[in-house]
């Protein structure tokens, strides 16, 4: 067992270390270390360096010190001794033992492993006798145990005065960052608060000569206009800067900006007088004289008024009450002149129109006009000796559009950026409105028969035009260019109206020209305009209302019209439609606009339905058993399904359509009229059997007294060859007769016929051999030939 020794140091520390297996004990900061060459623990203690002020140490560890410093070092040889008492050896023994064997022994390794054997039995004697003394190691252990708890005690009362030590300096240090912190606060509140009355100071501070300048500007110079224009964006910084709560109450800054009211008064009314003044001064050089046909620009005018525009935005802003007037003064400095341009830019146009005849567009009305002159239709000026340049009224139409468009965007530009308003506002809304074409009693055709108003569907409206909101922030804008071009939209209706008393056709013209012009300043940005959008639009309405005129008087001319349908042949009017078709395709637009397509489309269908219910309207006024009601409609229907087939038009396809229809339908009428002229006889005997074949058996037929063979017989004997051919010569002079010469209807008319015929001719045959057992003696192959021969040696014949 080791011993136990401690030394004992200044009063500062004291580290106990039991015995430990290995180097351990305490550095020099206290801690515990052992030496690896020593099994003996020590109690070692190390200078304890504190900037804590020195205190006295607990009474419990100043008792262990002296306990310790008591005790005698060689205590521990001495217990040592007394647990090894009952072992009777000691050196004289050793040395004995060692001389006996060095004496006996003379060989080194026999006599060093008999000194092995021997120690090793003394070492187990001692370690038994150690054991054996049971009371010697419980006194150790005991002795061990109370010296730990002593020592343990001292330790956790130092441990605890120490974090007392620590808590309160803990405490303390908190204090001082409190107190810290607060300071930091409150000097960041006073830099902060120091930055801001700086702030404001200046912001309410004008100079002495800022001051002067807003007391009596001088605008004359461009130095003191400039002096005038920086001096109002400070005072309006001043007034208009929004302060941080709180400060606006404060009475300096009320005093002060008091102070820059009455600067702000007194400056405004002056910028005010200024601006008045120049809107009054006579700007008649700024203009020039309309030369040829060009609008004058107004860029030496723009020029000088833009100028004080600064001062303009800033009278806006800073004293609203003073703005409107000034607008209406510009309105009416500038309105005259504008208008005068104007008039002398339309009149310069109206000398370069061609002039041109003014009946070449009367289709349907009972004009002393020809077929061909319609379709030439050229226009015919008469020769002068001015060097103008001449051209149709719907190219000038474009070109106006073109000066006026430039003309307008200049001003409309110097308008936005002088009087700092707005186009448009806010997007236009769209207006849905329900649309129903005009005239509904011309587009409703007579009721008949044969026609119903349902067959043929009406194209679909044209969508509504955008339309600009009623109210608006910004009216003045429209108001400042409706007032400099108020004349305009007159002009363009007079050119308009001219335009379709020459010929309405240019109306369509016209129309897709201002289309393009809307859908271009539909699109907002910076070429946009409200305004020729709405100027163009009016215009729009009076072209769409023209042409709508000029269809119903085209209506009207047929509805009034009254003419024979005996050997009529095709009705004029039939004749004048594809005409009507031809020119007005000419001058459908390549864009495809919708007005321009929905105008072209419901024109067609007021004519075609007018057309249809005027033909009706005159066959319904002849008896009813008159071969001419269907002949008419055969010929007209026929003419017109083929010359829409040629136009090829996709908005003609239905009535194309509805043509064919009537014309097969009347071309069936007629056939059945032909066959009747000369075989009624052998159809009702036939259609006669049919009828009995619905009820009786083939056999049983010729027991029935109007079917009898000897009937039969009559019936064949009646319709030989020769008497076919006779008949059949009768239905082609008819044809001849009632069908217009050369018209390609007569072949068709026959050809029909000839289907029908032998159609029929092979049922009687099929339902004579099932009854009689028999044949007609004319087969089908030789009416065929008849219908061949007949129509080549016919004097009549088409070329």
């Not at 001219?498 to 020209?513: E, H, Q, R, S, V």
């Not at 020769?722 to 018209?743: R, V």
């Amino acid at each position: 067992m080791g011993d136990y020794y401690y030394s004992e140091h200044k009063r500062n520390s004291l580290t106990i270390t039991p015995e430990l297996k290995g180097s351990q004990g305490f550095n020099q900061s206290g801690s515990l270390y052992m030496d690896d060459n020593s099994n003996n623990p020590r109690i070692t203690s190390t200078p304890y360096q504190s900037n804590i002020q020195a205190i006295p140490l607990p009474d419990i560890l100043a008792v262990g010190n002296n306990k310790y410093s008591n005790s005698s070092p060689t205590s521990s040889n001495t217990t040592t001794t007394s647990v090894a008492g009952n072992i009777d050896f000691n050196d004289d023994d050793l040395e004995m033992v060692l001389q006996n064997y060095l004496s006996s022994e003379t060989d080194v390794d026999l006599l060093t492993e008999k000194l092995g054997k021997q120690l090793s039995t003394l070492e187990t004697e001692m370690v038994v006798g150690i054991l054996d003394s049971g009371l010697g190691v419980n006194e150790i252990i005991s002795h061990l145990g109370d010296k730990d708890e002593t020592h343990l005690t001292g330790v956790t009362a130092w441990i605890e005065y120490y974090n007392k030590q620590l808590q309160d300096m803990k405490k303390y240090i908190e204090h001082i960052e409190s107190k810290n912190n607060k300071m930091e606060v409150v000097s960041r509140n006073q830099n902060s608060l120091l930055k801001e009355l700086d702030s404001l100071l200046k912001l309410l501070t004008l100079d002495d000569k800022t001051i002067k300048t807003l007391t009596t500007p001088d605008f004359s110079t461009s130095s003191g206009l400039e002096n005038a224009i920086a001096a109002s964006a400070q005072l309006k910084k001043a007034l208009t800067t929004k302060l941080k709560s709180g400060m606006e109450n404060m009475v300096a800054v009320k005093d002060q900006r008091k102070q820059f009211e009455t600067y702000k008064i007194s400056f405004s009314r002056k910028v005010s007088t200024l601006i008045e003044s120049i809107f009054k001064v006579d700007q008649s050089k700024d203009y020039q004289k309309v030369v040829g046909e060009e609008l004058p620009e107004h860029t030496g005018f723009y020029h000088i008024l833009n100028s004080f525009k600064p001062l303009m935005h800033w009278l806006k802003e800073m004293d609203a009450d003073k703005y409107p007037p000034l607008v209406a003064i510009y309105i009416k400095s500038y309105r005259s002149a504008y208008k005068h341009e104007n008039k002398d830019f339309f009149s310069a146009l109206g000398h370069s129109i061609i002039k041109e005849s003014k009946d070449q567009s009367d289709f349907f009305s009972s004009g002393k006009k020809t077929v061909e002159n319609v379709i030439t239709g050229a226009p015919t000026s008469t020769p002068t000796k001015s060097n103008v340049k001449k051209r149709t009224i719907d190219k000038v139409f474009r070109y106006c559009l073109s000066c006026l468009e430039t003309s307008i965007m200049a001003e409309q530009k110097f308008t936005m950026e002088f009087f700092q308003f707005h186009d448009p506002p806010r997007m236009p809304k769209k207006k849905h409105h329900h649309h129903h074409h005009n005239n509904t009693t011309a587009n409703t055709p007579p009721t008949s028969t044969n026609t119903s108003p349902d067959q043929i569907s009406p194209p679909p409206p044209a969508a509504a035009a955008p339309q600009q909101e009623e109210t608006s922030p910004d009216l003045a804008l429209d108001l400042i260019l409706s007032e400099m071009f108020d004349g305009v939209v007159p002009e363009l209706r007079d050119l308009v109206e001219k335009a379709n008393d020459i010929n309405p056709f240019y109306l369509l013209t016209m129309l897709g020209d201002t289309e393009q012009y809307i859908s271009s300043h539909s699109q907002l940005g910076a070429e946009h305009s409200s305004f020729i959008i709405k100027i163009l639009s009016e215009v729009q309405k009076t072209m769409k209302s023209l042409f709508n005129k000029f269809i119903d008087v085209q209506v009207e001319a047929i509805k009034a019209t009254q003419s024979s349908l005996k050997r009529c042949g095709v009705l004029s009017h039939f004749k004048h439609f594809p005409i009507f078709v031809k020119e007005l395709e000419k001058y459908r637009s390549k864009n495809e606009e919708e007005s321009i397509t929905s105008l072209i489309n419901s024109s067609y269908y007021k004519i075609v339905v007018n057309l249809y219910g005027w033909l009706d309207s005159l066959v319904e006024k002849l008896p009813s058993d008159q071969k001419y009601r269907f002949i008419s409609k055969l010929e007209n229907y026929y003419f017109l399904t083929v010359k829409l087939e040629e136009l090829n038009i996709e908005c003609l396809l239905q009535y194309r359509e509805q043509s064919l229809t009537r014309y097969k339908e009347n071309l069936d009428v007629y056939t059945n009229y032909l066959i009747g002229l000369k075989f009624q006889p052998l159809m009702d005997f036939y259609s006669k059997m049919d009828e009995l074949l619905l009820t009786l058996p083939p056999s049983d037929i010729q027991f029935q007294q109007s079917h009898s063979k000897q009937q039969y017989k009559k019936m064949v004997e009646k319709f030989k060859t020769e008497n076919i051919e006779k008949g059949l010569l009768k239905a082609l002079s008819n044809i001849y007769k009632n069908i217009t010469k050369d018209s390609s209807l007569i072949n068709v008319v026959w050809g029909h016929l000839e289907d029908v015929f032998i159609e029929r001719y092979d049922h009687f045959q099929d339902i004579t051999q099932q009854c009689y057992q028999q044949t007609i003696p004319v087969n089908s192959d030789q009416i065929r030939g008849l219908f061949t021969n007949i129509l080549k040696k016919n004097p009549n014949k088409t070329k």
